[in-house]
């Protein structure tokens, strides 16, 4: 099989400004194994750069000539980019849908019709520019990005200027004591959930405040993402939170995001299925898994104002996977 890439630079709707800081591009990598294809998001945040990927590409061994192994050929990449690996499985799990003649969604035996609504997300900016942008784009579910001092303030604008379902994503940006705190004071205004309050590596903390949450009859669920990488993290998180955020990124793609839904599903978690800022490429090889989820944001084609592929298809929050082979992706018109 034979292993080609492209670097990409991806051009944003809007200025994306999270705790991490702010970005108006993103340069992703595209992965091509035979006719498979993938995509492996330059996220600075996990320490990834375009070179960092485009480097660990060229260092990648012949994988075979036998696309039905997956497990095999895995085996095959050698340790280093994260990203760069995902893209490789994303390709490898197109190539096997192509050559079997089937999408992804019917191997795995899921339900195309049982994809729940995404959320929409806001990034960081002023409090009244945050609420407008909510109300003006007409999403039925908005995931609101805290962590910047302001975050009771941000909730009540964008609880004032829509009715919609409200998710708030610290991004680890709150102390033990501010989540605790801030949390059920936000949650006087109707979240669905709360993602990672706390430091990534803080499991403690998560139990603690959990309990603590449970005590004063604050039951909006918890659920980590930082903090979850693969199967072994979500087991070891068990008991701490309330569900887990999967990301094909941090899984290192589809083989290892099924594991990890699945011992979620094991432990009585809840799993939200999310993505980093990617095309249709790799948001849709995700897409691929959301019927095994509870809570979907994969609002990253959204965000993209030249997104070079065409997959998943969004009216409003509502997606349509594509029926073609494997991803089912094709170049945009
Ligand atoms: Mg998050």
Not at 168 to 178: F, I, L, Y
Not at 237 to 257: F, N
Not at 282 to 293: D, I
Request: aromatic letters at 6%; proline letters at 6%.
């Amino acid at each position: 099989m034979r292993l080609s890439w492209e670097p990409l630079t991806l051009e944003l709707k809007t200025p994306f400004k999270i705790a991490h800081g702010t970005f108006s591009h993103r340069y992703n990598v595209l992965v091509r194994l035979d006719e498979g294809i993938g995509e492996a998001p330059a996220v600075v945040y996990y320490g990834e750069t375009q070179e960092v990927i485009l480097d660990y590409l060229a260092r990648v061994p012949d994988l075979g000539d036998d696309p039905f192994d997956l497990d095999a050929v895995l085996a095959r990449l050698p340790a280093g980019s994260k990203a760069a690996r995902a893209a490789v499985d994303i390709a490898l799990h197109d190539l096997w849908g192509k050559r079997l003649g089937q999408p992804l969604y019917r191997l795995f035996g899921l339900n195309p019709r049982a994809l729940p609504l995404t959320s929409f997300t806001i990034a960081i900016d002023e409090p009244e520019v945050m609420a407008r942008r909510a109300k003006e784009s007409g999403y039925p579910i908005i995931k609101i990005k805290l962590g910047s001092g302001r975050d009771e303030e941000i909730v009540t604008a964008i609880r004032k200027a829509t009715d919609a379902t409200l998710r708030v994503d610290a991004n680890a940006g709150w102390s033990r004591e501010e989540a605790a705190r801030l949390i059920p004071r936000l949650a006087e205004h109707g979240l669905e959930l709360v993602e990672q309050p706390l430091a990534a590596e803080d499991v403690e903390g998560f139990r603690w405040l959990r309990q603590r949450l449970r005590q004063e009859g604050v039951k909006v669920p918890i659920v980590a993402d930082e903090s979850v990488r693969t199967s072994r993290d979500v087991a070891r998180l068990a008991g701490s939170v309330d569900g887990v955020v999967v990301k094909l990124m941090k899984t290192e793609g589809i083989r290892e995001a099924l594991r990890a839904i699945h011992t979620a599903r094991a432990h009585d978690m809840c799993v939200m299925l999310s993505c980093m800022v990617e095309t249709s490429v790799a948001v849709t090889a995700a897409a691929h898994l959301a019927p095994l989820c509870d809570y979907v944001d994969l609002d990253g084609p959204l965000l993209i104002a030249n997104d070079p592929y065409v997959g998943l298809r969004y009216e409003g929050s509502r997606m349509t996977l594509p029926e073609g082979p494997g991803l089912g992706v094709t170049p945009a018109p």
